[in-house]
Structure formats: C-alpha cells, structure tokens
C-alpha cells in the first residue's frame, strides 16, 4: 500500500514568509510524528499527535511552530515568519498504535525548505 | 530526557567483513531500540529493532545486542556488501517520541 508521503517535497521561501508543509500518513495509523533532520544528523523530535490529538509538542523550537491534525489523518506543521535557522529536511512518520514506544515508525519523503 | 551517544561516526570496511556501531542510551526507562538504515537522498529505513525483554535479536546478516545494564546497544552486520553502505541510526524511547543517535556513515569497498 501507499507509504507516508509530503508535500510539498521542496520548497524554498524568503525571510520572514510563513509555510505550511504537509504529512499524510499510512492510512489507519494512529500516530503520527514530525521529525527535523538537519544534514548528516538524526531526525529532532518536534511534535507528535495520537488521532487528532496533539500529545507531545516539546520539540517545537518555538512559538513560531505549530502543527494540526485536525480529523486525525493529514498534518500540517506552519512555520511562521521564517528565518534562515529554519532551514532544514522536515520529516513525517506515522505508526499504527498509539503507544510511541512500541510500534515501528514509517517515515516519509521529508520537504526540504530553504528560506532564503 | 534521553540521550543517546553513537559511534563511530565513520567506518569503513572491507567487502566480506563484519561491522559493528555501538549506541548508549541515558534513560534506564527506555525499552524500545530500533535502527535506521538511511541512503543519500532516501529516507530513513527501519532494518531491525529490539525490545527490552530481550538481548538479543538476528534476521539474516543482521544483528542486534542490548546490554540493558551496561545501558548501550549494538548493530552487527556481517558479510558486508557494497549495498550496505548508507547512514546507520539508532534510535531509544520509552513512551516518548524516538530520540535518535547523531549517525553511523558506513563505506563498504568492493
């Protein structure tokens, strides 16, 4: 079946612009992540939902990151006012329980943003 | 929170002979350990993962040991192949999100 996809894959913005990047997960998955990966480095924990529930945000970088799932399917994480910091590969995963700890996380593509 | 050290950061190994990264982990709660294959320009592949119940866990060329009081886990891949090479994560968490090691970046030479 269909894996977790993103979009958009690439996106490059200018300073001070606001984005919005998109998740999808595998359908039926209960949880569901955002991860950034800077280059050459591990995915960061930013935030995660169970359903629509946002259940974690502790890895927000700050209040200019936020993330929504409102029907408890597709995400999206906004970036405010970017800045070049921002710059980065944002990565979606899901999994199909809603135990973090336990259940094999499916990653997806990532939307790579520069901000200019 | 976790914290999870990996290394080496770079290895580099003959075709044919084993390899071997090393993660340790901070959290004593933590009771779920997987590993990431990463290719250039893929995203990050789950190749094996292990429970705390248990210490040892092998699929084919694969596997994984986990010393729950030493508090550190290891990747051992052998045979190595020229398909092998790629960035190697592990990852530990215990009802949080994964919290990953900095990478492996593995070199196979045919």
């Known amino acids: 079946g269909a894996g977790v996809s993103q979009s958009p894959r690439y996106k490059v913005t200018k300073r001070g612009q606001d984005v919005a990047l998109r998740c999808d997960p595998i359908?039926?998955?209960?949880?569901l992540y955002w991860y950034r990966q800077a280059l050459g480095q591990g995915p960061e924990f930013l935030t995660y939902?169970?359903?629509?529930?946002?259940?974690?945000k502790s890895g927000l970088p700050n209040d200019r990151f936020s993330a929504e799932r409102p029907e408890g399917s597709i995400s999206t994480l906004t970036i405010q006012r970017t800045e070049q910091r921002d710059s980065a590969m944002y990565r979606c995963?899901?999994?199909?329980?809603?135990?973090?700890?336990?259940?094999?996380?499916?990653f997806g593509p990532g939307t790579r943003l520069t901000v200019l | 929170g976790e914290n999870v050290e990996q290394h080496p950061s770079t290895l580099s190994v003959q075709e044919g002979d084993s390899a071997v990264i090393k993660c340790t982990y901070s959290?004593?709660?933590?009771?779920?350990f997987p590993w990431y294959k990463q290719e250039l320009g893929k995203r990050p592949q789950l190749i094996i993962d292990?429970?705390?119940?248990?210490g040892e866990k092998k699929d084919q060329r694969i596997a994984v040991t986990l010393n729950k009081t030493a508090k550190h886990f290891s990747l051992h891949i052998t045979e190595t192949q020229p398909e092998d090479s790629a960035v190697y994560f592990c990852a530990a968490s215990m009802w949080t999100p994964l919290v990953f090691g900095k990478g492996t970046r593995l070199s196979v030479i045919a």
């Open positions: 292990i429970r705390s119940n248990v």
């Open positions: 959290d004593s709660a933590s009771n779920y």
């Open positions: 359908s039926g998955h209960v949880s």
């Open positions: 995963a899901s999994s199909l329980l809603a135990t973090a700890d336990t259940d094999t996380q499916y």
């Open positions: 939902f169970n359903y629509e529930a946002q259940q974690d």
